[in-house]
């Protein structure tokens, strides 16, 4: 029998509350059932713990001291982690109650981007909204829905020239509100222009880098040191983006016109940048053969895309998380789907018994030097023969330039002159045009008349619509229209433009977004009944390519400059 001064008449097991003892016995007199299943103990187990959970909850939230029976160690400090609700949301708030109140947030944020002082309540309720809500449903589906080619006039365009490059422009974009243009040349400057006043408005300059001990690091320098070679202008108008040679990738805030900082990673020339459309993720291609994505919402690097096996030179972008490149000479283009890690390949260029091998076909059908579609070089030639052989002849060796037009939709130009029609459903070309832009003759004292095709250098669409334009060096931009199945294209017209045509942009006006600007002529004003609005065409012209020297073009109006033309639908 233990000794009395040893008893202690305090119960040793803490005392609970009435609730935490029945819920506790409830779940015991459950567990006593020896049949019981395990899915059924761990449901047991579950419901006991809540009602633990739920009793010392209602302790807590009554007048309650630490003196009471139970004390500090029998709060249970563990809390349910309740899932994270927007600020407006309610429990009990239907989905069709969600979705209203979603589609009041919206039109409150459309309200919001619309200016001030150029509309009044029943505009924005019948026009303005109701127009910014279908746009962005069709922009939305990713299809062609504006059709739009047969409607424009390409005779009467009143042309703004800015001149201010020393050599020959490499890039030309203009901001989505059409309210400034930016320019890039081969000496290393980006310059700004006002699309009001057609007058120049800053200049960003190529930086001096010093040599040996003082040599400054690459993080340092506020600016590019190199040629630059692409822009792009953010769907919000705040970030322009630049390629140099010098390896980077440059951010600026055109709206306080400084530099923002400086991307490297590149290992190589940066020759295309595109934004992805309503957002502010960049891509960026390479002669590394890399394509990079950067996230300027918190200016970091996000991923590196691997694939092609010669220099990119021309890179697009649209709304989705897609972009499509184009590899020159390993003449393929690759279309990336960012979420899925993955990439189409689509080959270009013509058939060689060496691609057939690799590819695991078989010789069949190949023609060799002396025969060509079955006719013999040196017998006897028709007509149709000869044909053949110069369609033989002129084989794509480089894939130059590409445009998307819309998600699954893309037009790429060659070194052969053709531009051809992709879709994502097929790897080989829908539609061919062989020679877009004519032939380059140049007199040889061996061999005569010497005739090659001019190879296309700039292609451009406008957004999601029927309607793309495609240049050279043969003294136009032509337009080109698709057909209403996607299925092929013709030429509807042609607008000057002297020099080789390094960059092409062609975007829609907003609506009066230049109606007073200076250099606009008054009485090309378009009907105000007109439901096509008028579209900008930014042409960036030069003496040679943007890319090297082995092509010079002189002449009567050719000069190092940007043109950019209204394009006014038919009266």
């Known amino acids: 029998m233990p000794d009395s001064f040893f008893a202690s008449t305090k119960n040793r097991k803490r005392k609970r509350s009435v609730s935490t003892a029945e819920g506790a016995k409830g779940a015991k007199k459950i567990l006593r059932k020896g049949k019981s299943s395990s899915q059924d103990t761990k449901l047991t187990n579950a419901s006991a713990r809540r009602g633990v959970r739920g ?46 109140r979603l589609a009041k947030l919206y039109l409150e944020s459309v309200k919001d981007g619309l200016a001030e002082g150029e509309f009044d309540a029943a505009e924005i ?13 069709l922009e939305h589906s990713g299809k062609v829905h504006l059709f739009v080619a047969d409607f424009y006039d390409f005779t009467s365009t009143s042309p703004l020239r800015c001149r201010g490059h020393r050599f020959s422009v490499t890039s030309a974009v203009a901001s989505d509100d059409a309210q400034f243009l930016y320019t890039s040349g081969k000496e290393g400057t980006i310059n700004k222009w006002s699309l009001q006043s057609g007058k120049k408005i800053a200049t960003f300059y190529k930086q001096r880098v010093s040599k040996g001990k003082e040599k400054a690091l690459p993080q340092d320098i506020q600016g590019h ?27 600026w805030d055109v709206e306080k016109d400084e530099w923002v900082k400086g991307f490297g990673g590149h290992k190589d020339s940066v020759s295309s940048v595109a934004f992805r459309k309503g957002t502010q993720q960049l891509y960026t291609g390479s002669f590394d053969r890399t394509v990079k994505l950067f996230d300027l919402s918190v200016m970091g690097y996000v991923e590196t895309l691997f694939g092609h096996q010669d220099s990119i030179l021309c890179l697009d972008a649209l709304r989705g998380e897609t972009a499509v490149t184009a590899g020159a000479r390993d003449r393929t283009i690759r279309f990336w789907k960012i979420a899925d890690e993955s990439q189409l390949v689509f080959r270009g260029g ?126 136009e931009v032509r337009f080109w229209k698709l057909d209403q199945k996607l299925r092929s294209f013709s030429l509807v017209g042609s607008i000057p433009a002297p020099g080789v045509v390094n960059s ?29 609005q008028p579209a900008l065409l930014v042409v960036g012209l030069g003496q040679e390519h943007r890319l090297g020297r082995w092509l010079s073009v002189k002449g009567e109006g050719v000069t190092n400059a940007t043109t950019v033309h209204i394009i006014y639908p038919r009266t």
């Not at 630059?228 to 390629?243: E, P, T, W």
Request: hydrophobic letters at 30%.
């Open 55 to 100: 009793a010392v909850d209602e302790e807590l939230n009554s007048d309650r001291t630490d003196s009471e029976d139970g004390g500090i160690d029998d709060i249970d400090l563990r809390a349910d982690v309740q899932p994270e609700t927007s600020g407006d949301e309610d429990e009990d708030e239907t989905p069709a109650e969600k979705r209203l």
């Open 125 to 137: 309720d019948r026009e303005l909204i109701s127009e910014r809500l279908r746009q962005d449903v």
């Open 225 to 251: 040191t190199d040629e630059i070679l692409s822009l792009a202008v953010s769907s919000d108008g705040r970030y322009l983006a630049s390629g140099s040679k010098d390896r980077r990738v440059g951010v």
């Open 350 to 475: 013509g058939k060689s018994a060496i691609r057939e091998l690799l590819e695991g076909g078989v010789f069949e059908g190949h023609e060799d030097e002396g025969h060509v579609n079955g006719v013999e070089a040196d017998g006897p030639k028709s007509n149709k023969g000869k044909e053949r052989m110069k369609e033989r002849k002129y084989a794509e060796g480089s894939i130059e330039c590409v445009a998307m037009i819309d998600e699954t939709t893309f037009v790429s130009g060659g070194d052969t002159g053709s531009i051809c029609l992709w879709n994502t459903q097929k790897k080989k070309p829908v539609y061919i045009q062989t020679l877009c832009h004519g032939f380059h003759e140049i007199q040889s004292s061996t061999e005569g008349l010497v005739r090659t095709p001019r190879w296309i250098t700039a292609v451009a669409s406008l957004r999601y619509s029927d309607m793309f334009v495609s240049g050279s060096w043969d003294g």
């Open 504 to 532: 092409l942009q062609l975007l829609v006006l907003p609506k009066g977004a230049l109606d007073n600007a200076s250099w606009r002529e008054k009485e090309q004003l378009p009907p105000t009944k007109s439901s096509v």
